[in-house]
């Protein structure tokens, strides 16, 4: 899509790793697409970050009344919690090596957030 003018794209930049096996050989070769998280800036690539933490002692605290009161504790998975948030607009440049040539100034805008970026915890 066209770059909004309000908002800049996001770069991108290609990670390889070798992975070994035991005795040296080569196992597999492994690449991954990463935003340029440190680029962002706030109140134009995004405007809020706080993400919920909990620490270990709170949970042991509740959990030790909740033992003492004979409540029930029901427990929530939330492995995928982060893929499926909402997200804000989020727009990247095209990656290295997949520039659609005579629409170099394009951007993609992103439906799910990637780990790395500064808002990714709080969707």
């Not at 770059?3 to 690449?31: A, M, Q």
């Not at 706080?50 to 949970?59: D, G, H, K, N, Q």
């Not at 290295?96 to 629409?103: A, I, L, N, R, T």
Request: zero cysteines; charged letters at 30%.
């Amino acid at each position: 899509m066209d770059r909004p003018h309000d908002k800049d794209g996001i770069g991108l930049k290609w990670v390889y790793k070798i992975k070994y096996n035991e005795d040296g050989s080569i196992e597999k070769y492994k690449t991954r697409l990463v935003a340029k998280w440190y680029s962002q800036q706030l109140g134009i690539d995004f405007n809020k970050t706080f993400a919920l933490v909990v620490r270990m002692e709170t949970i042991r605290t509740i959990l030790t009344i909740v033992a003492q009161l004979k409540l029930q504790v029901f427990q929530v998975i939330a492995k995928s919690a982060i893929l499926n948030g909402k997200i804000e607009e989020v727009y990247v440049e095209q990656p290295q090596g997949y520039v659609v040539q005579g629409q170099e100034d394009k951007v993609y805008r992103l439906k799910k957030d990637p780990y790395g970026l500064k808002q990714a915890p709080r969707a």
